[in-house]
């Protein structure tokens, strides 16, 4: 694992008396960073998306002549398509305005007319639906859901008794391991009905808080969904890094920040 | 069996071909591999198959007689040199074309304010990524930290959870359930397992 601590636990040799808390008197609590996972991938935006755009075109001018010939067949939809988006392209030039070629069209002239009308038929039929990036709980702005934001990673919060929002914790049973009580006190106190991968068998992070130290375990939530049935739990939600950090207090995000994505 | 060289330091195929003539094969069962390996060497020599084999071999005779039906037109194309049963295909020119064609690509033509736009677009991309590596990295360095110092706070809290905490568990698999991320969202976005 970590060497220094492998190191020094070998240094100490066997201890007759190792039993929980000796060194120092914290009771450890097991929680869990369960996390819903990106679904849809990020998208670039302004400066980054232009200058993509502008090298793209730079390869594009600066590429081998295509040989429609040997890849489309005369008069084929395909052979269309390709003609359309070409005069289409013809039109950007980012260099300067008195260099721009003149515009000669790609198109040839069409024989057979019966072949153009089918073309549009086919072309119709073979359009696909594609679902927005944007959902309905988004709209909403529904923290609730697990399809807000889909292309940022949400982590689950759960208030407490007390009003606090904090990442789902509980006690370590006499006889369990940090990995089986994390699962137990999540099912504990959000329901049973996710299913969720554990990640490793020990801590991502860990939070001091006087008498009690609350180690994190790292979980992915593959379906389901949390239920806050008002023991343990009074209310749960979904948050992005930035809706964490507004809702937890500051000295409480500043212990457990480290284990956050960005995305 | 190489056609230049021989196994064993022995006479090559060729040699063997020019001393002793197509009869010092006719008995083995080696004759069809080597009609169908001299089919291969004739194509690339560019000499017809029928004209490197003997009428007299087994495999010869079959032969003779569906060339001597085409023979005009394959006697023309030998003459020019190319295997006659190639150039009814279309896609061959087209195919000799894309690999010898005549017009070379063409640079793009940069003014003096051209080359400084591009320039500075270059520079300002190389500056984008270096500072999202950057934050990429320092993210990756957060997360050790952390892992790090619970592992630590845990030695020092509970032995015994500790060690169960460092025990690293063979052959860890991903669940097939997580997906890679896509451009645009399924049509059924999550399963509520309801």
């Known amino acids: 694992m970590f060497r220094r601590s492998v190191v020094a636990t070998l240094g100490q040799g066997v201890r007759l008396f190792a039993t929980s808390s000796v060194v120092r008197n914290t009771s450890v609590r097991a929680g869990v960073l369960l996390q819903r996972d990106p679904i849809i991938t990020q998208q670039t935006s302004g400066f980054e998306a232009a200058s993509d755009r502008y090298f793209e075109w730079l390869h594009y001018i600066s590429a081998e002549k295509f040989p429609r010939d040997f890849f489309f067949k005369k008069g084929s939809s395909a052979e269309a398509k390709w003609m359309e988006l070409e005069d289409m392209r013809a039109s950007e030039w980012y260099f300067d305005k008195s260099s721009k070629p003149e515009f000669k069209s790609v198109k040839r002239a069409v024989v057979d007319e019966d072949a153009e009308a089918g073309d549009v038929d086919e072309v119709v039929s073979r359009t696909i639906e594609v679902q927005p990036r944007e959902t309905e709980a988004d709209k909403k702005g529904d923290v609730k859901s697990l399809e807000r934001k889909l292309d940022r990673t949400l982590y689950l919060l759960v208030k407490d008794s007390d009003g606090k929002w904090e990442l789902p914790a509980g006690t370590v049973a006499e006889d369990e391991v940090l990995l089986d009580a994390a699962k137990r006190s999540l099912k504990e106190t959000c329901g049973g009905r996710m299913s969720v991968w554990m990640v490793g068998n020990g801590p991502v992070g860990h939070r001091e808080a006087g008498a009690n130290t609350a180690f994190f375990v790292k979980g992915h939530i593959l379906a389901g969904q949390a239920v806050a049935d008002g023991k343990l739990a009074q209310d749960f939600k979904w948050a992005t890094r930035e809706e964490v950090e507004a809702a937890v207090s500051s000295d409480y995000w500043q212990s457990v920040k480290g284990m956050f994505s960005s995305v | ?194």
């Open chain 2, 1 to 194: 069996m190489k056609y230049n060289e021989g196994i064993y330091g022995g006479p090559a195929l060729e040699e063997l071909k020019q001393l002793y003539g197509t009869e010092w094969h006719r008995n083995s069962t080696d004759s069809w591999y080597f009609y169908k390996r001299l089919g291969i060497i004739s194509l690339i020599k560019g000499v017809p198959k029928h004209k490197t084999l003997s009428t007299r071999t087994h495999t010869g005779i079959g032969r003779a007689t569906a060339a001597s039906r085409g023979a005009a037109k394959r006697a023309k194309a030998a003459s020019r040199g190319a295997p006659s049963h190639l150039s009814s295909d279309p896609r061959y020119e087209a195919m000799k074309q894309i690999m010898f064609q005549e017009e070379p690509r063409t640079t793009p033509q940069l003014t003096e304010e051209d080359l400084e736009r591009h320039q500075t677009i270059l520079r300002a991309d190389m500056v984008v990524k270096m500072k999202a590596s950057r934050a990429r990295r320092e993210e990756r360095e957060n997360k050790y930290a952390a892992m790090e110092a619970a592992y630590e706070a845990l030695e020092k809290a509970d032995e015994r959870l500790f060690k169960a905490a460092c025990v690293r568990d063979a052959n860890v698999v991903f669940p097939r359930q997580m997906r890679v991320p896509t451009e645009t969202p399924p049509t059924k976005i999550w399963d509520y397992l309801k």
